[in-house]
């Protein structure tokens, strides 16, 4: 299980999840008998591309009427590292279906090529405290590179989803703190799912929602490449909800949130992909195109209230950013590079019904209820239209 410490934060206790647990502690889509293509790694996770880290900060606090500044509070923080607690820029792209949303950084991605540091994930309201902490912590750990003393700079990549249903959002209870313990906690191996780290507070076609993660291994025929894939989704209209071709949005078309404030369509979704096969920044991006085909399989498709943004990056050429010397790099054929979209698609997909299967039933404030969705219900739902693998 998770490790969990009490942080003593403006005279109240706030509980925040440092590391993470094993991926057998809660059910996941396969455990459900759900049916997805492709092979995923050992642990399922954007963490089977070797090297990359993932941490976590969940802060979730105090129950009842809203108290703007005291709460109650559903959020947090997660960090993923591209190679770990090492400094090495890493090649990147990005993209966004829908612009209703932030990723900072991602113009000196465009201009450069290189992703520098972490991603983080927020909240819509903490993206501010959670940039500036990273470049508190970075300094702190020797992670700003071949710079002179203190002239160094740095461009954070920090994206959000907004929590505003479950959470005191305008609040600000996303702390320095909260940022160093999901870096500090950062780890390979299984990760947890849900309603964990900046997914806390999140919705997921009118289910809740958060965090999730999926792996794909690709053949040695195709290169042998493995894809890791993070989501924290927080998006979907309940009628739109499709799982392995199946309409289980509306098959279970009760549950929904019970909310103070009934909201229209709108949402969000922030997707990192991890890969090891030696793409270019250019070809990074392509992935990051395809990541919509994912989202579309679960019956997404970009809604004008919506942010959808998305990053990959890959751990391949590690010598690749010198600022003395040329480079030389390795790269994939654009003709190889079929396999590394599909996985990317099938990846995305999974990431994203394992974060709906993870998460729990959560209450918030002004007692919102975001309902989990309910796995005997969802299994019967396949079974009826013959998708169930098991």
Known sequence: MSSIIAVALLGCTTVVSVDSAPAAAKERAR?????????????????????????????????????????????????????????GPSFAGWYTLNGNGEMTGTTWIDESGFLEGPVMITNTHSVGVVRDAVISWEAENDLVGPHFRDLYWRLPVVAETWDGILNDINGMHVKEEHVYAALDGAKSGPIEEGNVGGGTGMNLFNFKGGTGTASRKLTAEEGGYTVGVLVQGNFGSRADLTIAGAPVGKEIADLLPDVSWKRGEGGSIIVVVATDAPLLPHQLKRIARRIPLGLAKTGGYGGNGSGDIFIAFSTANPEAFNQETNTKVEMVSNDKIGPLFHATVDGTEEAIINAMVAAETMKGRDDNVSFAIPHDRLKEVLKKYNRLSQ
């Open 31 to 87: 455990d459900l008998g759900i049916p997805f293509v492709g092979t995923p790694g050992p642990n399922n996770a954007i963490t089977d591309v070797a090297g990359v880290t993932v941490g976590y900060s969940t802060i979730i606090e105090g129950s009842g009427k809203i108290e703007v500044g005291k709460g109650p509070v559903r959020t947090g923080v997660t960090a993923i590292l591209p190679r770990g607690k090492k400094f």
